[in-house]
């Protein structure tokens, strides 16, 4: 079982470019878990979070094979 203790976080950024990290991370065999508290917060009632900041989660196994996709992916849109 997967505890939250093994998912590390690995960025954070506005929606689109969460998802589009998501697939590259799951295209190369690595599963990804997004987690956007505004979004949960409102849905639940409440407020929390701020809505441009969607965190993507992996786990800590897959770290280092996932880092330098990671790491490449934020050069490539560092200004977006």
């Known amino acids: ?20 990290l998501k697939d590259e991370l799951e ?4 599963g990804a878990m997004i987690r956007n508290d ?3 917060g ?3 009632g409440f407020y929390g979070g ?13 770290k280092e094979k996932a880092m330098p996709l990671v790491e490449d992916f934020i050069a490539r ?4």
């Not at 809505?51 to 897959?62: F, H, M």
């Open 1 to 20: 079982m997967t505890t939250n203790s093994d998912l590390i976080k690995v960025f954070t950024g506005r929606q689109v470019l969460v998802h589009l």
């Open 27 to 30: 295209s190369m065999g690595i």
């Open 38 to 40: 505004f979004h949960s």
């Open 42 to 44: 409102a849905i639940a």
């Open 50 to 62: 701020t809505p441009s900041a969607i965190d993507l989660y992996i786990l800590d196994a897959d």
């Open 77 to 80: 849109n560092e200004n977006g």
